[in-house]
């Protein structure tokens, strides 16, 4: 049985997130929000100052996921950031991030070396949570009805969100400072690599039409190989392609 590509299993994902939602809102459906253990809210600013608040009362650990088309991205990526400078570690952080607009100045300060905060990007479908604790989230996703903002406090919902984030992680893909390439002498041949991967060319071919020697070309292979966390050169490029660093490198 072939096995599915990342964006179906985030698509998946996604649904699984609105069916929890869904089935938990209707029991609690009427509570005030001060007693309810699932509460929507409006998905503007409400839900924003809402994650903002969690993120600031982190005891122990965060996990964050957030697409950067999402208007919310870097207001809950600042909470973020603000709460670690807070802390100076004290608090274990997993961010989960879309790579279009990913702000690399959080990931070289944070995760170049598992700094405070692990950082891993992956395409995925528009949604924003917060999980802190493992006993608080604040969810922003689209349904069936929408895009709807929840708060959950229920244990019987937080927990499976966080299994379906350390389901979304590990199809992810590690960042690091390595990975960023914008504003750097590498920034052209990293990119053109990653063509040359996605393509296919034999090592010798593509040494060649970068003017570099084979050795040289191969330990750049190497290194963007373990970033992505492939197997095969054309696994690397198509990975690169699906995760949109291809574009992302080359602005």
């Not at 509570?31 to 982190?58: C, P, Q």
């Not at 593509?206 to 330990?219: E, P």
């Amino acid at each position: 049985m072939p096995e599915s590509a990342p964006g179906d299993e985030f698509e998946q994902v996604l649904r699984e997130v609105s069916s929890l939602i869904d089935s938990a809102v209707v029991p609690h459906r009427g509570r005030r929000y001060g007693n309810s253990l699932v509460h929507t809210v409006d998905e503007g600013d409400e839900a924003v100052d809402l994650a903002r608040e969690l993120i600031a009362g982190t005891v122990e650990r965060i996990e964050l996921v957030v697409a950067s088309e999402f208007p919310c991205a870097g207001s809950l990526l600042k909470a973020m950031t603000e709460l670690l400078d807070a802390r100076h570690g004290e608090v274990a952080a997993r961010l989960l991030a879309t790579p279009a607009k990913l702000d690399w100045r959080l990931v070289q300060k944070y995760a170049a070396q598992r700094r405070w905060a692990e950082v891993r990007i992956a395409r995925f479908p528009l949604l924003a949570a917060v999980l802190v604790d493992r006993r608080e989230a604040v969810v922003i996703a689209d349904s069936a009805v929408g895009r709807r903002a929840s708060v959950i406090r229920a244990e019987g919902v937080v927990t499976p969100l966080l299994t379906l984030f350390d389901g979304m992680w590990r199809h992810s893909v590690s960042v690091t400072d390595q990975l960023n390439f914008k504003d750097t002498a590498r920034t052209e041949t990293a990119r053109r690599i990653l063509e040359q991967l996605r393509a296919g060319a034999t090592d010798e071919a593509s040494a060649r039409d970068l003017d570099m020697s084979v050795r040289t070309y191969r330990r750049y292979v190497a290194e963007i190989m373990a970033l992505l966390g492939a197997t095969s050169r054309f696994q690397a490029g198509v990975r690169a392609a699906e995760l949109g660093l291809l574009r992302t490198i080359s602005r």
